[in-house]
């Protein structure tokens, strides 16, 4: 009776992953629709953190955040501040939302709306600031907060008008059409970006915006091949969101990393989560920085892999080696090896180069634990003290304990339930 009782509600589970239809419907201000958000509350990504657990690239990210905000001058009042009491951090995923990286949000830090159109429910996410010394990854320079504020003054509202005047984007069928052309919506975002100016680039021009304002905003997507993570990462938080909850389902629906710990979260379990220590990664580096200098595995951007793109998919984007490390045939075997610890093959997440096959998609903590293979992941790597930022990027693997541990809680829930015996 228990395994129809499980099959039943994986079933059920994945159903809502291949239904759902994440939406672009907007952009907004953190505070505004954040569910729950207020100026004192930062909110960050992985499993939950004190500040003084924190790593070095979440705390400069956080002072960066305070500084943006007005709430401090330089990096020793954002300290103080972070310290007192006075701001509390909690994980993203807790507010229907997320960000890569260090994954800090804000009160009044623009985010995209993200609305899966199948089952109602919304998630939310950062625009994306580009590659190399960025507030994600734990810088704060004036560079960077520079930046941010014009995100904040001239990009996001430029982009709101153009999506008012477009009308909602179908993410689904855009990431689809993005993996068909080499992406893998993790780590390579080229073909994603293209296809999302390509998109809204009429829309853009017929906003009310100065020329010089529409020219920049174009300007900044064209030179930034990783505008498209952060539309990714939310399309996919809110299809995973959709599959949560679910009593019996043993499917993992978050999978996240703060730094310090990787932690995951399973349908049939609730909003616990499951955690252990987060990996250094088996990467590229850039010019002068080594293994040495990294941080351990970081960043919500995981949710992709979550939802069979990301690491999954890397049999449809082979060029990502030249990022990540390995060859084309290692993204191949990524990808073959994750169909052993997942549900399904995507209904819509094709990949030409194994017969147009769906991605896996949905793992299975069950089959985690019983092959003994955790997934795989591309991510990039942060240094790892504050103020510096991304030093390369590579491979990482969770660690097993988090599988085990939720497998374990989820046979003794069985156990309390009187369906089988211990």
Not at 293 to 302: E, L
């Amino acid at each position: 009776m228990i395994e129809e009782l499980i099959e039943n509600a994986n079933r059920e589970a994945i159903e809502r992953v291949q239904n759902s239809q994440p939406t672009l419907v907007g952009i907004g201000i953190a505070c505004d629709v954040i569910p729950d958000m207020d100026e004192n509350l930062i909110l960050h990504a992985g499993p939950p953190v004190r500040w003084e657990d924190m790593c070095g690239p979440m705390k400069g990210a956080v002072i960066g955040a305070l500084i943006y905000e007005g709430r401090a001058r330089d990096e020793d009042e954002a300290a103080v501040l972070a310290s007192s009491g006075e701001i509390r951090f909690e994980p993203a995923h807790h507010h229907a939302s997320v960000g890569p990286m260090a994954g800090i949000i804000s009160s009044s830090m623009p985010v995209w709306i993200m609305e899966n159109k199948s089952y109602g429910n919304r998630a939310y996410c950062t625009l994306n600031e580009g590659l190399g010394k960025v507030l994600r990854y734990g810088a704060y320079s004036s560079e960077v907060i520079g930046r941010l504020k014009w995100m904040e003054k001239i990009l996001a509202p430029v982009l709101k008008e153009a999506m008012e005047i477009h009308g909602p984007v179908d993410m689904k069928t855009m990431i689809a059409q993005a993996v068909q052309m080499g992406d893998e919506c993790h780590n390579r975002n080229k073909a994603g970006t293209s296809l999302f100016i390509r998109e809204m680039a009429t829309s853009i021009l017929k906003t009310s915006f100065s020329n010089e304002d529409k020219i920049s905003a174009l300007e900044f997507l064209n030179e930034n091949d990783h505008f498209f993570l952060n539309l990714s990462m939310p399309a996919c938080k809110c299809t995973m969101d959709a599959a949560a909850g679910i009593k019996y389902s043993t499917l993992v629906v978050t999978q996240a990393r703060n730094g310090v710990e990787f932690g995951i979260r399973v349908s049939g379990l609730g909003d616990r989560w499951f955690t252990g220590p987060a990996a250094i990664i088996d990467g590229l580096y850039f010019p002068g920085f080594s293994i040495d200098d990294a941080n351990p595995d970081i960043g919500d951007s995981c949710i992709t892999e979550t939802t069979g793109l990301g690491g999954f998919a890397m049999a449809a984007a082979p060029a990502i080696v030249q990022f990540v490390g390995g060859t084309p045939k290692d993204a191949i075997n990524f990808t073959q090896t994750m169909y052993e610890i997942t549900l399904a093959e995507s209904s819509t997440y094709r990949i030409p180069f194994l017969d147009f096959k769906g991605t896996p998609t949905g793992i299975d903590i069950r089959k985690v634990v019983e092959t003994g293979i955790p997934p795989v992941i591309n991510t990039g790597i942060a240094h790892k003290k504050p103020g510096i930022g991304q030093v390369g990027a590579g491979i990482v693997r969770p660690p097993m304990k988090c599988y085990e541990d939720a497998l374990e809680a989820f046979v003794n829930s069985l156990v309390e339930e009187g369906l089988i015996e211990k």
